[in-house]
């Protein structure tokens, strides 16, 4: 059932755009908020916090629908989820659950990924960002390029 409507809704809402989104290298704004009505910002997050809280399997079946209607915004989903908001949930504390969680799942926050590097590329264990601990806040410093869903 759910492969039926994620289906569905891939092909009628996001596959559409499909060539716009290649052709400008970004997502609608339209079709992002499309996207936050029907929860695909909050497969993996549990109903607690706003999500779906979707098994393992339906969450990846959801990310091959959009996916086969429109690659691009197939990762910007799966980022967002497997990257971002699942690791809060996994190892953040209670307070930073309810802090990033709950606007992610409603699509208000959107999860980034920044691994590049200029002089690492994407060689995870040759990156040079680092983050200090300065009194009561972390300090990054480096550069990061590609950084998926950055704008």
């Not at 039926?4 to 809704?9: M, P, T």
């Not at 208000?108 to 691994?115: I, T």
Request: net charge positive.
């Amino acid at each position: 059932m759910i492969k039926k409507i994620v289906r569905n809704f891939a092909k009628n809402e996001i596959l559409p755009y499909a060539s716009l989104i290649d052709r400008e290298g970004r997502i609608p704004n339209e079709i992002l908020k499309k996207l936050a009505l029907m929860n695909f910002f909050g497969l993996v997050i549990p109903q607690k916090y706003g999500g779906a809280g979707l098994d393992t399997i339906s969450y990846a079946i959801c990310i091959d629908e959009i996916s086969k209607a429109c690659a691009s915004t197939g990762v910007t989903v799966c980022v967002h989820n497997s990257v971002a908001a699942y690791p809060i949930y996994l190892f953040g504390t209670e307070a930073q659950k309810r802090k990033f969680l709950v606007p992610m799942a409603k699509g208000k926050k959107l999860g980034a990924f920044a691994l590049t590097e200029p002089n690492a590329g994407s060689d995870a264990a040759n990156v040079q960002t680092n983050a200090v601990l300065d009194g009561d806040e972390w300090v990054i410093n480096g550069t990061k390029i590609f950084i998926t869903n950055g704008s």
